[in-house]
């Protein structure tokens, strides 16, 4: 698996690219957040958590949705040989809204569903 040391500019379509890299090479922990145990990571100096998680099958969908959020906020993507996450750093305003909210982000499949329609 390859993997992007830096965000890139997509210049065709002004998407920041997050990077994509291996699972097995993050620093992974858990830690409390928003009244629950979470993933965490810790890659380039930055914190972040695990947003969402789903088969490797979605990844294109969930690649496209890691362009959206990383037009705003830092983010990270992971792959493993079944699975990939979406991270997003812990002072990203994903991050804050849910904690001054106090409720949980909407799944990634809702999300997906919103495109679709």
């Not at 969930?62 to 830092?74: F, K, N, V, W």
């Amino acid at each position: 698996m390859s993997s992007y040391t830096t965000s890139k500019i997509c210049r065709r379509c002004k998407y920041v690219l997050p990077p994509v890299i291996d699972e097995e090479k993050l620093f992974p922990f858990k830690f409390w957040f928003n009244n629950s145990i979470q993933d965490g990571m810790f890659y380039r100096n930055e914190l972040f958590y695990r947003l969402h998680s789903i088969d490797i099958r979605n990844r294109a969908r969930l690649y496209h949705y890691a362009c959206r959020i990383a037009q705003r906020d830092s983010v990270v993507v992971s792959a493993t040989d079944v699975s990939c996450s979406i991270w997003v750093s812990l002072r990203s305003s994903h991050a804050q809204a849910s904690t001054l909210h106090n409720h949980r982000l909407p799944s990634f499949m809702e999300l997906i569903q919103e495109i679709e329609d």
